[in-house]
C-alpha cells in the first residue's frame, strides 16, 4: 500500500471517514513508520491545539456594555413618562374641574374632530372616552355607596382619590425609571 | 419547541430581564474577547470591539430566529464586526493575499525558540511556540483555526460563520495545520 497523504492522516486524527477507511489507515500506521512519525506530528499538533489558553478579558468590558445598554433606555423612558405622567395629571384636573364631558366647547371640538384626520383629534378623543368610563364609575361607585351606606361621594372626594392614585402612579414610575438610572451613573 | 439554554436566556432577555443578558455575557466573553484579540492583536481595540459586538447582539436580538443555534449567529456577528474592522485596516489586507509565513513576525516568535533552546523547552513553552506560529500564518487560514480551536465549532458552523462552502473551510484548515507542521518540523519542535 502507498504511503498516507497527510489529508488522511488528518482525516483520521479528526475521526472523519467510515469504519473501513479507517481500519486501512489504522493498518497502514502499525507497518509504515515513516507515516507514523507523520502521524505523531499531527496528532501532538492537535493535541496542543484543541487546548488553547485563553485571556481573561478585562472587567471592565462587561461593566461598560451593561452601562451603556442599560443606562440609555431609562433616560429615554424617562422622559416620555414625566412627559405623560404630567400630561396625565394636568389633563384629569382641568377635565374633573369644569366636568368637560358636559362642556358646550368640548362638545363642539369632538364633533369637529370627526371631520378631521390630525392626530390631535384622535389624542382628545382617547382622552375624552378614557374620562367619559371613568366619570360612569364614578357614577357608579357614587350609586353604590348611596344605596348601600346612603353616603353621598362628591366629585371632589373621587377627584382627590384620582389624583393620589396619579400620585402613587407617578411614583412607581419614578421608582422603576429614574432611581436605576441614576444609581448606574453613580 | 424545545428552547436550549442560551434560547432560555435570550427568551428571558426579549421579556426584559436584566440579569439574564448579564448570564449570556459572562458565558461568551472569554471566547469572543480572545477571538477579537487574535485576530486584531490589540488590546485596546479589543476590548471596544468585544464592547461593540455585545451591544450589537442586544441591539438585533428581536430579530434571532430561534430555529437557529445562538452560538452560530452570534459568532457570525462577531466575525463581521471582526472582518470589517481589520478591513478598514489596510496593515491587515496584504496578509489576507498572503499564503506564506511573514519572515519578520517569524522572527519574534524564534526568540522564544533560542532563549531557551528546544531541549529544555516546558510544554508551556510548546504550547507557546505553537500558538505563535499560528499567529504567523495568513489570516484567511488562521481565522479558521481560530473558529475551530478557540471557539471550538464544527466545520458547518464555521461555514455559516464565515460564510464560505463546508469543502472550503475543511481544505483551509488543513492548508493551515500543513503549514504549522512545516514550520514546526523545521524548528525541530516535535518530540
Not at chain 2, 490589540?42 to 430566529?65: A, C, G, M, P, R
Request: net charge positive; proline share 2%; hydrophobic share 40%.
Amino acid at each position: 500500500m502507498e504511503c498516507l497523504s497527510n489529508q488522511q492522516i488528518q482525516d483520521y486524527i479528526e475521526k472523519n471517514g467510515s469504519f473501513v477507511e479507517r481500519s486501512i489507515i489504522r493498518d497502514h500506521l502499525i507497518v509504515c513508520e515513516k507515516c507514523q512519525l507523520r502521524y505523531k506530528q499531527y496528532l501532538q499538533m492537535e493535541n496542543i491545539l484543541t487546548d488553547p489558553e485563553y485571556v481573561v478579558p478585562p472587567e471592565r468590558i462587561e461593566k461598560n456594555v451593561m452601562k451603556k445598554i442599560y443606562s440609555r433606555f431609562p433616560a429615554y423612558s424617562s422622559l416620555l413618562s414625566l412627559i405623560a405622567a404630567s400630561f396625565v395629571l394636568l389633563v384629569s384636573w382641568i377635565y374633573i374641574y369644569f366636568d368637560f364631558a358636559n362642556n358646550s366647547l368640548i362638545q363642539a371640538l369632538k364633533m369637529t374632530s370627526d371631520n378631521t384626520s390630525s392626530w390631535i383629534a384622535s389624542v382628545i378623543k382617547i382622552i375624552s372616552t378614557i374620562f367619559s368610563s371613568v366619570y360612569a364609575i364614578y357614577k357608579t361607585v357614587s350609586k353604590f355607596f348611596d344605596i348601600l351606606f346612603n353616603i353621598n361621594i362628591g366629585i371632589e372626594i373621587f377627584s382627590l382619590s384620582i389624583l393620589i392614585l396619579t400620585l402613587i402612579l407617578f411614583y412607581a414610575i419614578y421608582q422603576l425609571v429614574f432611581k436605576p438610572s441614576r444609581r448606574q451613573k453613580i | 419547541m424545545i428552547l436550549d439554554d442560551d434560547q432560555v436566556l435570550i427568551k428571558n432577555i426579549l421579556g426584559g430581564k436584566k440579569s439574564s443578558f448579564e448570564e449570556l455575557m459572562k458565558k461568551y466573553n472569554k471566547k469572543i474577547y480572545n477571538f477579537v484579540l487574535r485576530m486584531v492583536r490589540d488590546e485596546e481595540v479589543s476590548i471596544e470591539l468585544t464592547q461593540d459586538f455585545f451591544i450589537k447582539i442586544f441591539s438585533v436580538l428581536h430579530k434571532y430566529n430561534f430555529q437557529y443555534k445562538f452560538s452560530t449567529w452570534a459568532y457570525r456577528i462577531c466575525y463581521n464586526l471582526v472582518i470589517d474592522y481589520i478591513r478598514r485596516n489596510q496593515a491587515y489586507v496584504d496578509s489576507l493575499n498572503d499564503d506564506s509565513i511573514s519572515q519578520k513576525r517569524l522572527v519574534e516568535s524564534k526568540n522564544i525558540i533560542s532563549e531557551n533552546g528546544f531541549d529544555k523547552l516546558e510544554k508551556d513553552e510548546i504550547k507557546e511556540y505553537l500558538w505563535k506560529t499560528v499567529d504567523l500564518i495568513p489570516l484567511k487560514y488562521r481565522e479558521l483555526i481560530w473558529l475551530r480551536y478557540l471557539q471550538e465549532l464544527k466545520y458547518d458552523e464555521i461555514a455559516q460563520i464565515a460564510d464560505l462552502p463546508v469543502g472550503t473551510v475543511k481544505n483551509r484548515i488543513f492548508k493551515a495545520k500543513e503549514l504549522l507542521r512545516k514550520e514546526i518540523e523545521k524548528d525541530g519542535m516535535f518530540e
